[in-house]
């Protein structure tokens, strides 16, 4: 019962400044990680970067020091950023995330939503 709703993908030369965005709503319990995953053609869907609410942060190797994921809790909303994009980050972008409840004798409960993904093109 949670929605993502990403936003900011598109055309992006080599080089130049993208910004993804994506906002959950809803019912929500306790957003505990957000995160971006990819998925280019003929390949699986892979992570790109998660961080928690504490702000814990996890990249791909193919995107560390290039990528940087932020989060504003208080919006639910997870941010990727990247001012020196290439080709082979072209990709349709998901915005992931974890819901979380933990009660009393019953321990925590945990669900996961996903965007519907936006498309980043990375060309000149």
């Known amino acids: 019962q949670v929605q993502l709703v990403e936003s900011g993908g598109g055309l992006v030369p080599p080089g130049g400044s993208l910004r993804l965005s994506c906002a959950a709503s809803g019912s929500i319990f306790s957003i505990t990680k957000m995160g971006w995953y990819r998925q280019a053609p003929g390949k699986q869907r892979e992570l790109v970067a998660v961080?928690?609410?504490?702000?814990?942060?996890n990249y791909a190797d193919s995107v560390k020091g290039r990528f940087t994921i932020s989060r504003d809790n208080a919006k639910n909303t997870v941010y990727l950023q990247s001012n020196s994009p290439k080709p082979e980050d072209t990709a349709v972008y998901y915005c992931?995330?974890?819901?979380?409840?933990?009660?009393?004798?019953?321990?925590?409960?945990?669900?996961?939503?996903w965007g519907q993904g936006t498309q980043v093109t990375v060309s000149s």
């Open positions: 992931n995330a974890e819901d979380s409840l933990e009660r009393a004798g019953y321990g925590i409960a945990r669900a996961e939503y």
């Open positions: 961080i928690t609410s504490g702000g814990t942060t």
